[in-house]
Every structure is written in structure tokens, then in C-alpha cells.
């Protein structure tokens, strides 16, 4: 079955063109499977094979978040072989997944995001840089990793910039006052400095000590180092940014469908979240500020 996993990893980067990320996801899922199946020494893929795995997850104490992916991989992974002939029949159909739990996203408080956002110290370069990325997160919506993938060409000084969203889908991204001036003097102070210690020129935007494109984990840890900067209690990653941008355009009145354009989701089903969480604000501020909200004491 290597030769056919190949095939159907080949076809996730050319055919379906998802994020390496996905790739990397749905081939490890369909290798545990396939490593599942060996160990039971199975020769025939079948939907009896396909429960005994689920419960084997389910014994590992595997989340249902991770077991719906799971499905979906396999899902993908065998409907791929019937179509291509390799196999009669799928396997995963009739499969149901378990119902995701429904968590709402992780969000700063516009009070947080101001202390988060003057916590880098502007007097040096890894500071401006570092100021940069978290105006430019919070400002734009965009993605770690969208964030560093753009190049100086994708910046031009203007309100807007172009990024390559999920299936390398193109989209415009707007970008505020108080980002243009963080990158700004990044441009000019901050990157200039980080790509003088390069060996070759470099066309990223967003520069490491050694003057080369830095990665999302890089990023992940600027974020979390500012976040324990500016509270002991804070557990955020940088995607909380991307929901902080969302949650905030909401309850300031945004349009659903604009928020869903800003952020690249296919569809509204997905931006609908932050509905949710917008509504749990509103109950906040209603039970607070209403006199009649709560019942009166004794």
C-alpha cells in the first residue's frame, strides 16, 4: 500500500493543493491506519477493519476532535483509490464520526491587546520586528502561516496586502494605521539590520537573527514570550490573534460576511463562531451595565 499512499499524497499537493500542514496530517493518519491494519495482520480493508480501529482510538483516549480528522483522511485516502480503480469499494462509507465538541475560540479583551501590542522594547531591531508581526496579526486576520510566507514584494506601504491563504487561494488583506506604522519602522530600522547578517539577500519580510525567514514556530514563541510578559494567566497561541481580530470586528459591528472574506473561510459556516462568542460578550456587558438585569438583593 506504499505505492498508492504516494499516489494519494501526490495528489493532495498537485491535484488538491492543501497546505503542507494537511499533508502532513492526513499521510500520518492514513500510515497509522495502515500500520493498525498490519499489526492485526489484515489483508482486507472493510468497514468492520475501519470500527476496530475507531475503537482502538477511542481506547488510546484519542480526542474527538482527533478522530473526526482521522475520518477524514481515510475518507479522502480511499475514495481517492476507488476512483482511481485500485479498490472495488470504500471502506469508510456509512463510517460516522464522533460530533465535535464545540469550543469557542481563544480571544484577548481590547485591554489585553493593548499591553500585548507595547510589550516589545522599539529600541532595537528584533524588537520592531517583533512589534510588526503583532500589529500586523491582530490587524489583518491572517495566519502564521500566511504571516510568514509574505515577501517585501507583498508589502507596499498601502492599506492592503496580498497573501496566499489555504489551497493557495489569493486573497487581499487590509491592514491599519497603527500596522503600517509598526511596519514601517521595521522597514526602515528593523529589517535593514537582521538582513545585513545574511550570507545571500532574502526576500522575506519578516527576518531572524540570522537574517532568514522565520518560521511559525519561530513565531509562536515571540507571541508566547510577550504573553508572559504582560500576564502570568494568559494561554495564548498566535492564532488566539487571528480570533482576538474577528471577535472584535464583530462586536464593533462588522458585517458577518465581511469578517468571513477577511479571514479567508470558504464559507459563513465557519466565521459563525464568533457569533457565538460575541453574543457571551453582549450577555456580559448586559448583566453589568442593565439595572434590571440580575435580581435585586435583600
Do not use: W
Request: aromatic share 6%; with cysteine.
Amino acid at each position: 500500500m506504499e505505492k498508492e499512499l504516494d499516489m494519494f499524497i501526490d495528489h493532495l499537493k498537485i491535484v488538491k493543493r492543501a497546505s503542507p500542514q494537511t499533508v502532513r496530517s492526513y499521510s500520518g493518519d492514513v500510515v497509522q491506519f495502515l500500520g493498525f491494519a498490519r499489526e492485526a495482520e489484515v489483508e482486507t480493508y472493510d468497514y468492520p477493519l475501519i470500527r476496530r480501529f475507531l475503537a482502538h482510538l477511542h481506547k488510546q483516549g484519542c480526542s474527538r476532535t482527533s478522530v473526526a480528522r482521522k475520518i477524514a483522511a481515510l475518507r479522502a485516502f480511499f475514495k481517492f483509490l476507488v476512483r482511481r480503480g485500485l479498490l472495488e469499494s470504500d471502506p469508510t462509507a456509512g463510517v460516522v464520526g464522533p460530533k465535535r465538541e464545540k469550543k469557542l475560540p481563544k480571544f484577548l479583551r481590547e485591554e489585553q491587546i493593548d499591553a500585548l501590542l507595547q510589550a516589545p522594547d522599539s529600541s532595537d531591531p528584533a524588537g520592531l520586528r517583533d512589534r510588526a508581526i503583532l500589529e500586523t496579526l491582530y490587524a489583518t486576520g491572517l495566519r502564521v502561516s500566511e504571516l510568514v510566507a509574505l515577501d517585501m514584494e507583498d508589502v507596499d506601504g498601502s492599506d492592503e496586502l496580498r497573501t496566499l491563504g489555504k489551497g493557495s487561494k489569493e486573497r487581499v488583506v487590509l491592514v491599519g494605521r497603527s500596522a503600517r506604522e509598526a511596519l514601517g519602522e521595521y522597514l526602515s530600522a528593523g529589517r535593514p539590520a537582521l538582513a545585513a547578517k545574511a550570507k545571500s539577500p532574502e526576500h522575506a519580510l519578516f527576518l531572524n537573527y540570522r537574517g532568514t525567514r522565520l518560521t511559525s514556530r519561530s513565531v509562536g514563541r515571540i507571541v508566547d514570550r510577550y504573553v508572559r510578559e504582560v500576564s502570568d494567566s494568559l494561554k495564548i497561541s498566535p492564532h488566539s490573534l487571528r480570533h482576538t481580530f474577528a471577535t472584535h470586528l464583530l462586536a464593533h459591528g462588522a458585517d458577518l460576511r465581511a469578517v468571513q472574506e477577511l479571514l479567508g473561510h470558504a464559507s459563513a459556516a465557519t466565521t459563525q463562531i464568533y457569533t457565538h462568542v460575541t453574543r457571551e460578550r453582549l450577555k456580559e456587558v448586559y448583566d453589568q451595565a442593565h439595572p434590571r438585569a440580575k435580581a435585586r438583593e435583600m
